[in-house]
């Protein structure tokens, strides 16, 4: 653990899926906070959270949580931000940091900000990270390590507090970048919300196939499709929520997509080669833009494992 000295004295967690216990890891494993209340709606998790010791105090309301807290971060569906926000607005410490870790900041900023008294420093976050999988046990401390971190602080913020946070995200691994709230909204369509889109849909789809027995599609799942599955297996109240609150956001780049579809299918139908590799070989240099930025491994099939071959010769196919 660092020998330095904690930036927050008190880190309450309204929350502790994926993100919040894995900010409740990396903070005690860094040193950045001096102790940690964990909150979260169901009693299932918050005795989860304890038995995990994710956090020296676990209690039952948001509204126990923050008090005495100099650092508050909401952790839950962006749907459910409004409502957490009235309930611990009085019980703020004045001078607290409340943000989130939403993939929306637009709507969070207007649902959360008219319930929270003048006297904090609200500083909306987006850690662009994360996995499939979701719960307390599925959080670990270097999930944010050279992922981003986009600090969304409304108009008027104290740039004192907004650099504290910032600090605190860049000591749990973080890149930091700041922009505004509906900026972020429109970049993240593109990166991360329609994606999302595409990959239900896709594997929708092929669940829906009459043609295609179920078994065939889990068996024969090539590389593209298994893919799609692992983002399609998201947390669904997590993402029903983000389309919801994006929604012009996202209606707008799937508008786009839907024009470019709609290009390749012409491009197949007149058998244009030329402008389908024109195409192709464009987004390929996309791919190699974020490997070269170390947004992801440049290991073959994504550093997936691979068997060895058999101990054992295979039969021969056929005898002549």
């Known amino acids: 653990m660092s020998k330095t000295k904690p930036l927050y004295n008190r880190l309450a967690l309204i929350g502790v899926g994926l993100i919040g216990s894995s900010i409740a890891r ?37 509204a126990a949580a923050v008090e005495g807290a100099d650092l508050v971060i909401v952790c839950i569906p962006v749907g459910a931000c409004g409502p ?45 990270a994360g996995t499939e999988y979701s719960g307390p046990d599925a959080g670990f401390a270097e999930l944010f390590v050279n992922r981003w971190c986009i600090l969304t602080p409304p108009e008027g913020q104290d740039p004192a507090a907004v650099e504290k946070l ?80 994006n929604k012009d956001a996202v209606l707008e780049m799937l508008g786009r997509f839907n024009e470019d579809v709609s290009a390749l299918t012409k491009a197949i139908r007149k058998g244009d080669g030329d402008a389908l590799f024109d195409h192709f070989t464009r987004t390929r240099a996309i791919r190699k833009g974020i490997v070269q930025i170390g947004q992801d491994s440049p290991a073959p099939d994504f550093g997936r494992a691979h068997e060895d071959l058999p101990h054992e010769p295979l039969p021969k196919p056929y005898e002549s």
């Open 84 to 128: 957490v926000a009235a309930e611990i607005g009085p019980h703020l410490a004045p001078g607290a940091t409340v943000s989130d870790v939403g993939s929306v900041k637009g709507s969070v900023v207007r649902d959360m900000a008219p319930h929270l008294p003048k006297t904090i420093h609200f500083v909306p976050a987006h850690p662009v």
């Open 166 to 245: 910032a600090a605190f995200w860049r000591l749990i691994g973080a890149n930091v970048e700041t922009m505004a709230p509906d900026h972020h909204d429109l970049v993240l369509a593109v990166t991360s919300h329609l994606p999302h889109l595409i990959a239900y849909t896709i594997v929708g789809t092929a669940d829906e196939l009459e043609a295609v027995t179920r078994s065939e599609v889990l068996k024969f799942s090539a590389g593209g499709f298994r893919d799609f599955t692992r983002i399609a297996a998201s947390d669904p109240t997590m993402w029903r929520d983000v389309f919801l609150h």
């Open 26 to 62: 990396a903070a005690r494993a860094q040193g950045a906070v001096g102790s940690i209340v964990a909150t979260a709606r169901s009693e299932t998790t918050r005795k989860r959270v304890a038995e995990l010791g994710l956090a020296d105090q676990v209690v039952e309301t948001a």
